[in-house]
């Protein structure tokens, strides 16, 4: 049994889409409107289930350490361990905050890409990556669970790190741009060579879409089909004229952020 909770980041109009999945119930899909403390707070009531939490990604920080060296000993999972800890001691000097969990990623042996690095030896190239949990949300956390990271019924995620990692892996490309487009918002995940390279938000979503429209007064058409609106040539510029004026403001946010 388990608890899905996958956060669309708003400061005033929180909210949250939520899987509960139990045994001879199935599976329950609903969206919350509240706020990561209270969704936290409330998840301290169902012990019995497995909870995920997928918070927005700016609630992380992400590290990344390109390793490229000649082993002449096979990997032991001790020996990554040990090159894992050394990048986290550095770390206590650039961040206070609480690492979250750790992935090994992009693995080449001998210029062959690998799934598994333990057991292998020879001219190996592969990154540590390093996830952190922001200071603020990780005193929600403490909180509520005390040592939440030690307590195996939690799971803690950013949004798009498993959908980056599929991108990856099912594309086979390692620089790319994710775009998400909400009721009240837009993110920009900027992916290069596999990693979160930049995270930037405007508040460009559906809802100032919906504004435009009301604003040439056409909101009736933004639920009309193409044939209805293809009846009234008037109204079918108007629209062309709103989607156009949408899309180069946002398309121009991205050029600007570079993203």
Not at 34 to 46: K, T
Not at 166 to 180: I, R, S
Not at 199 to 205: A, D, Q, V, Y
Request: proline letters at 2%; one cysteine or more; a negative charge.
């Amino acid at each position: 049994m388990f608890y899905f909770r996958q956060e669309n980041f708003d400061p005033k109009y929180p909210k949250f889409r939520v899987l509960k999945a139990q045994e001879n119930y199935g599976i329950q899909n609903y969206t919350l409107y509240e706020s990561v403390d209270s969704i936290i707070e409330s998840s301290l009531s169902y012990p019995q289930f497995q909870h995920i939490f997928l918070l927005d990604d700016q609630r992380f920080n992400f590290f990344s350490f390109d390793i490229h060296q000649y082993f002449e000993e096979k990997i032991t999972y001790s020996l990554l361990q040990d090159l894992i800890y050394e990048k986290i001691e550095f770390l206590k000097k650039e961040t206070k905050e609480s690492l979250l969990f750790s992935r090994i990623d992009a693995i080449t042996v001998n210029g062959e890409q690998k799934q598994f690095l333990v057991g292998e030896k020879g001219d190996i190239s592969f990154k540590i990556i390093l996830v952190y949990l922001k200071r603020e949300i990780c005193l929600e956390f403490e909180d509520k669970y005390g040592d939440f990271q030690n307590q195996k019924q939690i799971e803690i995620f950013p949004e798009t790190f498993q959908t980056i990692n599929f991108l990856k892996t099912n594309t086979k490309q390692d620089n790319f741009l994710l775009l998400y487009i909400r009721d009240t918002h837009c993110k920009g995940i900027v992916v290069k060579n596999g990693f979160y390279a930049k995270i930037e938000t405007i508040n460009l979503g559906v809802n100032a879409l919906m504004q435009f429209y009301r604003d040439n007064g056409i909101s009736q058409y933004r639920y009309k089909s193409y044939e209805e609106i293809e009846q009234n040539p008037f109204a079918k510029n108007l629209v062309i004229q709103t989607l156009e004026f949408y899309s180069h403001m946002l398309c121009k946010w991205i050029k600007e952020q570079e993203i």
